[in-house]
């Protein structure tokens, strides 16, 4: 393979890897790798569309005052995600504020950010945000392309499974698949010839489409385990009183509530339930719930010792029971993004391994015939 298809192929996984990483972290509702800003609040740093490199907070450290943060907002923008400076830090929390506005977002409505509520750091090059210019204008447009098709779809077909994070990747997978099956059946005999000749000296085309439904796959269970996962708040009233609510508790004593784990899916996942903040404790912390079933753990509050109102989190994990339990445990206890990893590789690889050797016995027999004595296991191999 010669140095220029080399630095082609290097140009188009960069490409494909910032897209799939912005459209990602959009579907997912947090940062994967890449993000961006829609508004003006962060200007004259980062104007609206521009896209930053996100660092997630389990590798880039302590948040400083300083930082360019992604956190999930309280009531900014109705909630949701918001990247911000840190400009202060408190007792209660950091103070953030958009480079743009003359106000805190804690003058407002939003309560000081705690930790539980960070996702993301912007990286920096000296004291510099390392902006990358209209990456989000791009995604945004892409996005909004996806939802009218998803959209669309879904009307046509009758199918509300084809709407959310999960329905996009059922799209793309459904839009790879016509277009190679379109690819098989419409090519030129002499030209897919040619083109086999060619793939020997510079890779086959096959290959990357394999790779992107694999990519589509590992996609998809990300979301199956991201999506319903994460940190949620409870607001705690410490009273000097008792009260039948949950959430108001007496001062200095705690309150048990369930707390409800459902999952939708098919598979069987592991849960694992994690305080994020002082005033709280959960049992068990390890949960295993079947496909289309609920259960149950038990949330523990407690109130402070001064009477006001405070927030608790909870952080939940979700993995997908495609390993064996003793290895999702003893890869979570390590860190919790190590049993996501292997199981989307497992997942992965598992979607390219198949694919490779229905290909290589089925549009490439003729070439085996030469060699009918080949194993399985040399043709998968010879395919590489």
Not at 81 to 102: C, F, I, Q, S
Not at 267 to 296: C, I, K
Not at 352 to 372: D, F, I, S
Request: hydrophobic share 45%; proline share 5%; glycine share 10%.
């Amino acid at each position: 393979m010669g140095a220029r298809r080399l630095l082609s192929l290097a140009a188009s996984a960069a490409v494909a890897l910032v897209l799939v990483s912005l459209l990602a972290g959009a579907l997912l509702g947090q940062p994967i790798l890449l993000s961006y800003v829609e508004t003006g609040s962060m200007q004259p740093t980062m104007d609206p569309g521009d896209g930053f490199v996100a660092i997630p907070t389990a590798i880039g450290g302590d948040v400083s005052e300083g930082d360019v943060i992604v956190f999930q907002a309280e009531h900014l923008h109705g909630g949701g995600l918001t990247t911000h400076r840190v400009v202060a830090e408190t007792d209660r929390g950091y103070v953030t504020r958009g480079d743009a506005n003359p106000f805190t977002d804690q003058d407002g409505e939003e309560p000081p950010v705690k930790d539980a509520q960070v996702v993301a750091k912007a990286l920096t090059v000296g004291d510099s945000v390392l902006v990358i210019p209209y990456l989000g204008t791009v995604v945004m447009s892409i996005q909004d392309a996806l939802e009218w098709t998803q959209l669309r779809l879904a009307q046509t077909l009758g199918m509300r499974s084809l709407l959310g994070s999960q329905g996009v990747a059922m799209v793309l997978f459904g839009l790879s698949v016509v277009g190679y099956v379109l690819d098989w059946y419409l090519t030129d005999p002499a030209a897919e010839k040619r083109q086999r000749s060619r793939s020997r000296d510079d890779g086959t085309s096959l290959r990357l489409v394999l790779a992107g439904l694999a990519l589509l796959v590992v996609v998809a269970a990300t979301a199956a385990m991201v999506v319903p996962a994460g940190t949620q708040e409870f607001g705690v009233v410490s009273a000097e009183f008792e009260s039948e609510n949950p959430t108001v508790i007496e001062q200095g004593t705690t309150s048990d509530l369930p707390y409800r784990v459902a999952n939708a899916g098919l598979v069987p996942v592991h849960v694992y339930l994690e305080p994020a903040s002082e005033g709280v404790a959960v049992t068990p912390r390890h949960l295993v719930v079947d496909g289309q079933s609920r259960t149950n753990a038990t949330l523990t509050l407690a109130a402070a010792d001064d009477t006001g109102y405070y927030r608790r989190f909870l952080t939940q994990h979700r993995y997908l029971a495609v390993l064996p339990g003793p290895v999702i445990d003893g890869l979570y206890r390590v860190h919790p993004w190590l049993p996501l990893v292997a199981i989307d590789g497992l997942l992965g690889s598992t979607v390219y391994l198949a694919g490779a050797v229905t290909l290589k016995q089925g549009r490439l027999r003729n070439r085996e015939r030469e060699n009918p004595g080949r194993s399985v296991t040399e043709r998968v191999l010879g395919w590489f």
